[in-house]
């Protein structure tokens, strides 16, 4: 329970269904990073407070799990070796992965629970060969995106309560059951940078302040100079700080050179990519090439892609038409019709 308004209804749902539940909040954030938190993060401290009161409401105890640690390592440590690294990593996708269905779950069955719940809009589907990951295709608002590294394992022991609900029919069904949290706004921020300076973020967290570098095209022609690497992401045309006459675009970032490579109006989409670390949900593996829908953001909308297995677990993934912003350190998620397929992380 992070103290919004999704993870409180998907609790309120399950004790309306009979289940025995526990309200449980992860402390995420070490100390240093709770100085000067507000509300609507992940794990501030009046997150904390508001949760604990919704479970009270519910009539259900509330639990805090301190999870700094593997927090710190798995995803903030993470995000930050990405960044100085010239990629643009999701964090969300690092949180759901290590913290809340490993960790969590982990803690969850030494406790002698049978599943954990989340406010998650996703849905969950058990077939002959297991359990499948859908897509809320017909729906606003789906999360599967962020979810397609979960294991047969933690989508047995997992449930989804807002599967089939709405975001305003969540929001109503809050205020029709009184729950203090039933017009709180979202987060809409990473909760572990409360100013939205992840490059002064990076440099506090590290110690390491980065020097600035050229601009260069895509021949290695010097076209200005930049601020330091985490100050940009792939398809990057705004702040760059410089007026080039044209439209032009982060395509790359070197670090090993300090360069932030820009190009013309066009460069900025892909049709290849290559992805490690893949992780199936759908299939066993990868055999043969496998046509799909893929997506290579959380908010874009799948296109028809071709997999080819590589050698190392690696794929390749060939869209029938470009895609904007491919960006290293993100996820590309693969579906077959509103089932995940898997995903992996693009190169």
Known sequence: MSGGVDSSV???????????????????????????SVAG??????????????????GMEHLVFNFTDIFEKQVIDYFAEEYLAGRTPNPCIACNRHVKFHAMLR??????FDYVATGHYAKIRRNEAGRWLLERADAAKDQSYVLY????????HTLFPLADYEKEQVRTLAAEKGLLVAHKPDSQEICFVQDKDYAGFIERHTGQTLPAGDFVDETGAVLGRHKGITHYTIGQRKGLGMAFGEPRYVTRIDAEKNQVVLGREGSQYRDIL???????ISIPELAEPMEVTAKVRYQAQPA?????PLENGRV??????????VTPG???????GNLVVGGGTIL
């Open 330 to 336: 993100q996820a590309v998620v693969f579906y077959d």
């Open 274 to 280: 290559i992805a490690d670390d893949v992780n199936y």
């Open 316 to 325: 390749q993934v060939v869209f029938a038409q470009p895609q904007r912003s």
């Open 149 to 156: 590294s979960m294991t047969q394992y933690q989508l047995e």
């Open 304 to 308: 028809p892609a071709v997999l080819t």
């Open 107 to 112: 803690r969850a069955v030494e406790l002698g």
């Open 41 to 58: 993060g992940c794990c501030s401290l009046d997150d904390v407070d508001d949760a604990r009161r919704v479970a009270y409401q519910l």
């Open 10 to 36: 998907a609790a309120m749902l399950l004790v309306e269904a009979g289940y025995d539940v526990t309200g449980v909040t992860l402390r995420l954030r070490p100390d240093r990073l709770m100085e000067g």
